[in-house]
């Protein structure tokens, strides 16, 4: 069982930058691939960008890539995504996730192919 607590939403000005934390319970966070998504009101849940178990690799949405990074420290259960140049499209509700058994046919950008969820914490991009 992995427990996720997301933090370091807020409202931001177009341009600005946010870095959103996600801190895991338990003793399994090193074995879970990590995933942020996020979800507007009325729309699906949207991938944004996954890493790792070791953090070696790391894959975004075109939508964040290049603005967008994910990163972890296994050593404090925590995951990361720094998010700079921030435009009011990207005002959503963001959401960890964490997945420990990775199938070889999951792409990892699916909400379903993961486990665990964290409750969300809102990012506002004011224009």
Known sequence: Q???VE?????????????LSCAASGR???????????????????????????????????S????????????KNTVYLQMNSLKPEDTAVYSCAAVMTVYS???LSRAYEYDYWG????VTVSS
């Open 2 to 4: 992995v427990q996720l």
């Open 7 to 19: 933090s370091g939403g807020g409202l931001v000005q177009a341009g600005g930058s946010l870095r």
């Open 28 to 62: 399994t966070f090193s074995q879970c691939t990590m995933g942020w998504f996020r979800q507007v009101p009325g729309k699906e849940r949207e991938f944004v960008a996954r890493i790792s178990r070791s953090g070696g690799s790391t894959y975004y949405a075109d």
């Open 64 to 75: 964040v890539k290049g603005r967008f990074t994910i990163s972890r420290d296994n050593a």
């Open 105 to 107: 046919h999951y792409d």
């Open 119 to 122: 409750q969300g914490t809102q």
